[in-house]
């Protein structure tokens, strides 16, 4: 099946240092990618939509200077979260959709635990 | 609106059957999912089922869809201590370019 692979597994940062994470489609290509935030023991919340070769769409309440987004090719997504503090720890995750599949099947990858201290 | 409901916990006995409940608010509802996550890690895709579909079988999981109730269950057949792990329902529609809605997800134990 589907492989989207996200790096690194786990950050720890310190406060007001910035953090990339990637998110790549192996064996796919997808135009549009999804950024989800979860905090412990509740669901995932998404932050925003990436669309290759354009600008994200950010969900309502999601700071798009503090969450970059770039997505330059077919098969990877960056997130970068800028000047990170205490309260932004979370674990991300990101999914792809295949864009030649008719069917709206996600694919995710194993998330981001990231720590900032 | 948009809402996607689950209970936030179940237990069963190994080897028997569990059942995790869903219901959404949404009759736009295009596809229904079921994930599964470990600790630590992404989700997992377990199945899927169209709206215009009532029911789907794959191996131990069954997927029924009351699309009237706006009802979506998965039945595990043979629980076994490796389904151990937080289920999520959620459900997208075509017309919002594939956001998808989670439920907050249930968490199944599974006792000796």
């Known amino acids: 099946g589907a492989v989207v692979s996200q790096h690194p597994s786990w950050v720890i940062c310190k406060s007001g240092t910035s953090v990339k994470i990637e998110c790549r489609s192996l064996?796919?290509?997808?135009?549009?990618m999804f950024w989800y935030r979860q905090f412990p023991k509740q669901s995932l919340m998404l932050m925003a939509t990436s669309n290759e070769g354009s600008k994200a769409t950010y969900e309502q309440g999601v700071e798009k200077d503090k969450f970059l987004i770039n997505h330059a090719s077919l098969t990877l997504s960056t997130l970068t979260v800028t000047s990170a503090h205490p309260e932004d720890s979370s674990f991300y995750i990101c999914?792809?959709?295949?864009?030649?599949?008719?069917?709206?099947?996600?694919?995710f990858g194993s998330g981001t635990q990231l720590s900032v201290l | 609106g948009e809402d996607v409901e689950q209970s936030l916990f179940l237990s069963v006995r190994e080897g028997d059957s569990s059942v995790i409940n869903c219901t959404y608010t949404d009759s736009s509802s295009t596809y229904l999912y079921w994930y599964k996550q470990e600790p630590g890690a992404g989700l997992q895709l377990l199945t899927y089922i169209f709206s215009n579909m009532d029911m789907k079988q794959d191996q131990r999981l069954t997927v029924l869809l009351n699309k009237k109730d706006k009802h979506l269950s998965l039945r595990i057949a043979d629980t076994q201590t490796g389904d151990s792990a937080i289920y999520f329902c959620a459900e997208s529609r075509y017309s919002s370019a594939s956001k998808i809605i989670f439920g907050s997800g249930t968490r199944l134990s599974i006792r000796p």
């Open positions: 064996d796919f290509q997808a135009t549009t």
């Open positions: 999914s792809a959709r295949d864009s030649r599949a008719a069917n709206e099947k996600l694919f």
